[in-house]
């Protein structure tokens, strides 16, 4: 399960790479999401996937004795989540408004309007 999940992490970041190199604003925006959920899926690949027991250590025992799932890797990626979506909510807005002010989405056509003013 793990070599699945890191050939796929694999694939997602040579995706989101591939999609950043466009000139398009949407595809470099749908490259830095892939990114992001090819992070996450590191951070998570990385943790080590452990089906086992809440890390909450019962009354009369000083050390967990069984496997149990690491809290802290979920916790980082949740909050990942929660920020990239909010990033990726802001570049939506961005692109809307750079595609108001000037008709186009592409970098190459942003860069010539700089020079027209």
Not at 72 to 95: D, E, H, P, R, Y
Request: neutral net charge.
């Amino acid at each position: 399960m793990e070599i699945i999940l890191s050939i796929l992490t694999g694939l997602l970041f040579a995706a989101g790479l591939f999609l950043m190199l466009h000139k398009g604003m949407v595809k470099l925006i749908l490259g830095i999401m892939m990114l992001s959920y090819a992070t996450n899926l590191f951070i998570f690949i990385v943790a080590r996937i452990t089906r086992g027991l809440p890390a909450i250590i019962p009354r009369n025992q000083d050390v967990l004795a069984n496997s149990f799932a690491d809290p802290v890797s979920q916790a980082l990626i949740l909050t990942a989540i929660v920020i990239g979506f909010g990033i990726q909510a802001f570049a939506i807005v961005l692109i809307k408004r750079v595609y108001a002010a000037t008709g186009t989405t592409n970098m190459d056509e942003l860069n010539k309007t700089d020079n027209l003013e």
